[in-house]
């Protein structure tokens, strides 16, 4: 498909984290609240810069890992990492850096 859309000169659109959040939440069955704020996070996020050059699905996921906390789903962060397809530490570094420049209050 690349080399298709390469030889028309077209550019395949980028996937938005947003996107991958309904497919997530659904596997780790968290409800219409934390998929809701896990979209406000990454909206919030995205408006801020901080997602640029951030892979789409680790951001997702420790969105959904931070709306879980926030309303009292929370999931382990390596049941979320399966479901995403990437690394806990991804989602521990993605968590840190959301909370610290979103100014976002988690209780642990």
Do not use: W
Request: proline content about 4%; glycine content about 6%.
């Amino acid at each position: 498909v690349r080399l298709i859309l390469r030889g028309l000169e077209l550019k395949s659109p980028r996937p938005n984290a947003i996107d991958f959040i309904p497919r997530f939440a659904s596997e780790l069955r968290l409800s219409a609240k934390a998929r809701t704020k896990a979209a406000e996070i990454l909206n919030k996020a995205k408006e801020m810069g901080i997602t640029g050059g951030k892979d789409p699905t680790g951001l997702a996921a420790a969105a959904l890992y931070i709306a879980g906390i926030l309303t009292g789903e929370r999931r382990a962060q390596r049941e979320i990492a399966e479901v995403a397809h990437v690394t806990e530490v991804t989602i521990r570094n993605r968590y840190k850096e959301l909370i610290k420049k979103l100014n976002i209050q988690v209780d642990i």
